[in-house]
């Protein structure tokens, strides 16, 4: 992680630096790994495990940073697009193709930089993979945007080719799905309101068909899987159906499959009973995924939520985190993201006690950040 944190350009004026950049993000990171989520906490954190560290990385400075020198730092002296690449070609790196199918994107606002009075803040889209719970890829949505606008942008900065790129029914777009095909990827879209007549033409093809007497019912291709679950005080039923049949009647680029997904919730305790459908669309063909594989195909898009912005929010207390200056906010989350993906690659599946293990052996961390 240091070699990419060289490559990193210091946007500050060199005269009077005391930390070089990679030397202050290894610190900074340390100290996240370590349990702290702010520069006032990330700075005491580091302060007093100063000796150590001093030590361990051979640094000449023998004091740790003060809490407003690493505000600066994540303000004004870090190039934000670039870190953020730097963090997705360090994971990549590490993957060495071993990286899973599905690759979700979704939008989460860091709730710490609206404004009093405002309805808008820092809204980021991710780029992620569910299965190594690694961000590839992060851009800032402008407030004049939307995300429809900035996932082009977002995945014309990664490698798609073997990748399924799943969104929710905000991303089910032509222009996307011709991009995602041109760069050998596939794609998985939820189709719901903003694609009214898409949704209706797979609504009635999915419908229990009527038929007048004499007449027999129009041959189906349907294939069926489905998945039951118990968990979190319920009980869960899934069912996906898939067809072929609208391939060439809908004009949607690369059609391989349209398909309906039930889901039935039985609330163990009250015994209440509730019922979702959702239908969608994507570019596999019956040959590429089985009914089962896409069932597990969309079911993975999730974890998106719980595994990325459920614990930035949670554990890394991200919309509590009211930084001002600069890009700091930005360059926090990004932070957030290389601690999440540092942490999971270790083979930890709860994050707070992989926080508490490194910040009771920081050099055990360190070793983390520094060895090839």
Same mark, same amino acid.
Not at 10 to 17: K, L, S
Not at 108 to 135: C, D, F, N, Q, S
Not at 291 to 306: C, F, H, K, V
């Given at each position: 992680l240091y070699a990419h944190f060289v490559g990193l350009e210091?946007?500050?004026?060199?005269?009077?630096?005391r930390y070089p950049l990679p030397t202050a993000l290894i610190l900074m990171t340390l100290a996240k790994l370590g349990g702290e989520d702010e520069p006032r906490g990330m700075a005491d954190w580091l302060k007093y495990r100063g000796a150590m560290l001093v030590?361990?990385?051979?640094?000449?400075?023998?004091?740790?940073? %003060? %809490?407003?020198?690493?505000?600066?730092?994540?303000?004004?002296?870090?190039?934000?697009?670039?870190?953020?690449?730097?963090?997705?070609?360090?994971?990549?790196?590490?993957?060495?193709?071993?990286?899973?199918?599905?690759?979700?994107?979704?939008?989460?606002?860091?709730?710490?930089?609206?404004?009093?009075?405002?309805?808008?803040?820092?809204?980021?889209?991710?780029?992620? !993979?569910?299965?190594?719970?690694?961000?590839?890829?992060?851009?800032?949505?402008?407030?004049?945007?939307?995300?429809?606008?900035?996932?082009?942008?977002? !995945?014309?900065?990664?490698?798609?080719?073997?990748?399924?790129?799943?969104?929710?029914?905000?991303?089910?777009?032509?222009?996307?799905?011709?991009?995602?095909?041109?760069?050998?990827?596939?794609y998985l879209w939820t189709v719901k309101d903003n694609h009214p007549r898409l949704r209706d033409h797979i609504q009635t093809l999915f419908e229990p068909e009527s038929c007048v007497p004499g007449f027999s019912p129009s041959h189906k291709d349907f294939r069926t899987a489905g998945t039951l679950d118990k968990g979190h005080g319920r009980i869960e039923r899934r069912t996906l159906t898939v067809s072929s049949l609208l391939n060439e009647y809908l004009d949607w680029p690369g059609l391989g499959q349209v398909f309906q997904l039930e889901r039935q919730f039985v609330h163990i305790k009250?015994?209440?009973?509730? %019922?979702?459908?959702?239908?969608?669309?994507?570019?596999?063909?019956?040959?590429?995924?089985?009914?089962?594989? !896409?069932?597990?195909?969309?079911?993975?898009?999730?974890?998106?939520?719980?595994?990325?912005?459920?614990?930035?929010?949670?554990?890394?207390?991200?919309?509590?985190?009211?930084l001002k200056i600069g890009q700091a906010a930005r360059v926090m989350a990004s932070l957030n993201n290389l601690v999440l993906g540092l942490i999971l690659s270790q083979g930890f599946s709860n994050v707070p006690d992989a926080r508490r293990r490194y910040c009771a052996r920081p050099l055990e961390a360190l070793d983390l950040l520094t060895r090839a």
């Open positions: 210091d946007q500050r004026d060199p005269r009077g630096v030590k361990a990385m051979k640094l000449t400075r023998k004091s740790m940073p %003060h %809490h407003t020198t690493l505000s600066r730092i994540l303000g004004d002296a870090i190039p934000v697009e670039q870190f953020e690449r730097t963090v997705g070609d360090f994971f990549t790196s590490r993957s060495e193709g071993k990286q899973g199918v599905v690759l979700a994107i979704d939008g989460k606002t860091l709730r710490g930089t609206i404004e009093m009075g405002e309805t808008h803040g820092l809204h980021l889209l991710a780029a992620y !993979l569910p299965g190594e719970g690694v961000v590839l890829m992060q851009m800032e949505v402008d407030r004049k945007e939307n995300e429809i606008v900035a996932a082009p942008r977002v !995945l014309q900065c990664l490698d798609l080719r073997g990748k399924v790129v799943i969104g929710d029914a905000l991303h089910t777009q032509r222009e996307l799905s011709v991009q995602i095909l041109d760069a050998d990827g596939d009250s015994g209440k009973v509730s %019922h979702e459908t959702v239908y969608g669309i994507t570019s596999l063909s019956s040959e590429k995924a089985s009914p089962a594989e !896409l069932l597990t195909l969309s079911r993975q898009y999730w974890g998106i939520e719980n595994g990325l912005h459920y614990r930035r929010d949670v554990t890394f207390k991200e919309d509590r985190c009211r």
